[in-house]
Structures are given as structure tokens and as C-alpha cells.
Nanobody, 121 residues
């Protein structure tokens, strides 16, 4: 079994900061890309930021310059540092990891349970 467990969400005022963490555990052979998605009320889930195993990153335009994604491959953990938060960042944030459970496995996408981020104005 593979689990992705997120932490770090909460309520913050506009202009504030939060740091999300997501740790992958269980039967894991290797992890390729990891990322953060979000889904606001009445919205489709969207990619916020992603990072490859080699550390290359990409961000959706609305968070560039404010959010930073990073990972610790020794801990199978991905982070999202969110600064200068805006009310429109309010959403449930989901962690994603593309991984193999063993050498012969296909790469598959795994998801965390989601963590709520609420930014008040």
C-alpha cells in the first residue's frame, strides 16, 4: 500500500504564509514527478506546482513568484511554501506523486486526502 499524507493547511489572513508538506510512504520503489493541485469551491482541480525527481519545477501563472515547491528525495516528501497568500488561493490542496511500487511496476499517480487552505481578506 502507498499513502500520501499532507499537513500544514489552515486559516491565514491575506498576505500571510503557509507551508504544506506531503510524505509518501509504503511500498515505493521510485518516485518521478511530485506536485500540488488545488480545487476551489465550484472549480475544477488545477495544477499549482510540480517538481521532477531532478528538481526541475513549473508553476501555474497565478502563483509564480509567491509559491515555491521543493522536495526531499531521502524522505519521499514534497513541500509547498506559500507566501503573499490571497483570498483566491482558498482551496483544498492535494498532493500528487507519480511512482512505481516495484521495479516491474508501471508508473501510476497517487493522491493525498487533501488539506484545506483558507485565506481571509
Amino acid at each position: 500500500q502507498v499513502q500520501l499524507v499532507e499537513s500544514g493547511g489552515g486559516l491565514v489572513q491575506a498576505g500571510g504564509s503557509l507551508r504544506l508538506s506531503c510524505a509518501a510512504s509504503g511500498n515505493i520503489f521510485s518516485i518521478n514527478d511530485m506536485g500540488w493541485y488545488r480545487q476551489g469551491p465550484g472549480m475544477r482541480r488545477e495544477l499549482v506546482a510540480a517538481i521532477t525527481s531532478g528538481g526541475n519545477t513549473n508553476y501555474t501563472d497565478s502563483v509564480k513568484g509567491r509559491f515555491t515547491i521543493s522536495r526531499d528525495n531521502t524522505k519521499n516528501t514534497v513541500y509547498l511554501q506559500m507566501n503573499s497568500l490571497k483570498p483566491e488561493d482558498t482551496a483544498v490542496y492535494y498532493c500528487n506523486a507519480d511512482l512505481r511500487r516495484n521495479r516491474n511496476d508501471y508508473v501510476a499517480a497517487y493522491w493525498g486526502q487533501g488539506t484545506q487552505v483558507t485565506v481571509s481578506s
